[in-house]
T-cell receptor
Framework: GAVVSQHPSWVICKSGTSVKIECRSL??????MFWYRQFPKQSLMLMAT?????????EQGVEKDKFLINHASLTLSTLTVTSAHPEDSSFYIC????????????FGNGTRLTVT | TQLLEQSPQFLSIQEGENLTVYCNSS?????LQWYRQEPGEGPVLLVT?????EVKKLKRLTFQFGDARKDSSLHITAAQTGDTGLYLC?????????????FGSGTQLTVLP
């Protein structure tokens, strides 16, 4: 089946630094990628939707200047958490789907971010 | 905004018991998916239901899509410790070109040995 690779799986960084998370579709072209944030034992909260070659659409309350999303190719999207603070510590998950309104969604394995 | 409410939010049962998780909305969905997620991993798709009234079985798991395509249920028979995890329902909108899923609030299931 289709595979989405997310890297790194975990990262620890100091307050004020920036962290980049990569999401790659390994065997299909991901025209749309989604980024989520998840707190322990809670559901996924959609942060933004990115379409290849265009600017990401952010959900209400998500700061686009803090969470930079780049989807420059059909197989790679990146999420950069800029000037990270301890409250940004969370589990970040990406998902990807190919063209077609009913194409299935494939999830990465998530990235555990801890800001000290 | 389309919302999906799951119940119960938390469920702890003994191995061998049966359970049902519900996913309800006031909105109509073109399809609904169920996922299971284990700690530190991404959600894994269990099933997609598309037709109102549809019932799908996956070994000990039975999924049902409501006739009006607004709700769904997941029934597990003779639960095993390996069933422990966060269960998420997710609906695809019935109108418009949006291709993002609406996720339910989640049900954390713990099956005790």
């Amino acid at each position: 089946g289709a595979v989405v690779s997310q890297h790194p799986s975990w990262v620890i960084c100091k307050s004020g630094t920036s962290v980049k998370i990569e999401c790659r579709s390994l065997d299909f072209q991901a025209t749309t990628m989604f980024w989520y944030r998840q707190f322990p034992k809670q559901s996924l909260m959609l942060m933004a939707t990115s379409n290849e070659g265009s600017k990401a659409t952010y959900e209400q309350g998500v700061e686009k200047d803090k969470f930079l999303i780049n989807h420059a190719s059909l197989t790679l999207s990146t999420l950069t958490v800029t000037s990270a603070h301890p409250e940004d510590s969370s589990f970040y998950i990406c998902s990807a789907r190919s063209r077609g309104w009913n194409s299935p969604l494939h999830f990465g394995n998530g990235t555990r971010l801890t800001v000290t | 905004t389309q919302l999906l409410e799951q119940s119960p939010q938390f469920l702890s049962i003994q191995e061998g018991e049966n359970l049902t998780v519900y996913c309800n909305s006031s909105s109509v969905f073109s399809s609904l998916q169920w996922y299971r997620q284990e700690p530190g991993e991404g959600p894994v798709l269990l099933v997609t239901v598309v037709t109102g009234g549809e019932v799908k079985k996956l070994k000990r798991l039975t999924f049902q899509f409501g006739d009006a395509r607004k709700d769904s249920s997941l029934h597990i028979t003779a639960a095993q410790t390996g069933d422990t995890g966060l269960y998420l329902c997710a609906g695809a909108p019935s109108t418009g070109s949006a291709r993002q899923l609406t996720f339910g609030s989640g049900t954390q299931l713990t099956v005790l040995p």
